[in-house]
């Protein structure tokens, strides 16, 4: 599980990166709702960095490690979805929710079928009332998270389309879709699983570097691979 076309890079050639900014005169600007740095010259960006959930930017432009982070991981798929909370980059809590909302000739939810064709038959209504029951488990669960810790971000891996049984149900969820706190998670996934919450646990503590056509000689001038980073690095 990796964020697609990316590298890992070192903190400390991450620190490279920043001071060959400032002595070129870049644009280095902080994303909150991603977590990144965006690095542009003149206008054209050259490279961006997503950051450590373990790691803050300031507002002097400097990378430090966060003193006390919260948050918490939700990955969804068609009857499956695992939610967990983290601190200081560990796991310490989860629960994974099944349910039955996959039409099985299709093989699409009954939701996302109900979209295309508008009809509700016994077993149709069955599926839809198991999607509604397995949304509100979830965001029973992220109320807690949110109610019992100071969660300095969610993380979402869902589907659009899954949005408005997130969002729009009532009670109306604490954690809102606008939210800054909100970061939708770039790492593909596909079981929504323990598993993946613990690989994200090791993932989301790593610099990981995308890089424009325009920055490729830029930016791979300014250091050698590292080959202990990740053996595909470069």
């Given at each position: 599980m ?6 890992l ?53 400097l ?14 798929r068609?009857?499956?979805?695992a939610a ?15 349910s ?6 299709q ?18 209504r ?57 970061i ?18 090791y ?22 691979p ?9």
């Open positions: 990796k964020i697609p076309q990316t590298q890079i070192s903190k400390e050639q991450v620190h490279l990166l920043l001071h060959c900014g400032e002595r070129e005169n870049w644009n280095i600007h902080y994303l909150p709702e991603k977590h990144q740095l965006v690095i542009e010259s003149d206008k054209i960006w050259l490279c961006k960095v997503y950051l450590p959930w373990t790691s803050t930017w300031s507002v002097t432009g990378l430090e490690p966060a003193d006390d982070v919260h948050y918490c991981l939700t990955l969804i068609a009857g499956q979805a967990g909370y983290f601190h200081q980059g560990k796991l310490l809590d989860h629960k994974v929710f099944r039955y909302m996959v039409r099985q000739k093989g699409k939810s009954q939701f996302k079928y109900l979209k295309t064709k508008g009809k509700s038959r016994a077993g149709s069955i599926r839809l009332e198991e999607t509604s029951h397995f949304f509100k488990e979830i965001l029973h669960r992220l109320q807690i998270y949110n109610s019992q810790y100071p969660l300095n971000f969610w993380g979402l891996g869902c589907s659009k389309t899954w949005w408005p049984l997130l969002f729009d149900q009532e009670p109306t969820p604490l954690l809102e879709s606008k939210t800054m706190r909100l939708e998670l770039p790492y593909p996934f596909k079981k929504a699983s323990f598993e993946e919450l613990k690989i994200l646990e993932r989301l503590a790593q610099f990981h570097l995308l890089i424009s056509a325009s920055g490729q000689e830029i930016i791979h001038s300014l250091f050698e590292n080959p202990e980073e990740d053996e595909d690095f470069w």
